[in-house]
């Protein structure tokens, strides 16, 4: 589909820390797929049959793992992490920092059908210092707030607030996080203040 191969180094990604990769390159397994049009930045690494498609940005010092799919127009912050077989389809912004887990999945349309009239997708916006387990499904339009966990296998169906951890199908509230991952507390409203037994 006018897609081309990156040009790759002597060695694979998986083969470089990011301090030994050039400053200014990326690096790239062969099997990995940009299309023209698509901007990926110095020291990211993307791994075997990831593709990033014409229009998306990936910032510097990620990490696309095997078969990560990154949809037209997506934007990425800079030192994310997309796990094997992780797809971030159109309409999607991830800020700095985010962990996408294997096989999580963003959804952007939500009447989809096989032959749509007309698509616009669905806009959802991931905040800084995120992450989101193994095989998280974020339905369309429901943002994520900066520094929240999204237990595994989740289905987001609601927003998620800044620090709050959520978990099940559908996902809900399960405590608030902080920082460094560690749960702070349990109640359903999120404290006045907070101290993190692990890194205070």
Known sequence: MGAIPIETPQHSADQHSADQRPADRHAADP?????PGATVGA???????ARVRAGAVVGVDCVLGQNAF???GVTIGDRVKLE???SVHAGVAIGDDVFVGPGAVFTNDRYPRAQPDSFEPVPT???AGASLGANVTVVCGNDIGAWAMVGAGSVVTRPVADHELVVGNPARHAGWVCACGHVVSREPERPAR???PACS
């Open 70 to 72: 990154v949809d037209r």
């Open 43 to 49: 020291r990211t690494a993307l791994w075997h049959h």
């Open 84 to 86: 094997n077989n992780a």
């Open 31 to 35: 099997t990995a797929v940009v299309e």
């Open 194 to 196: 907070m101290v993190c």
């Open 125 to 127: 916006r991931v905040g």
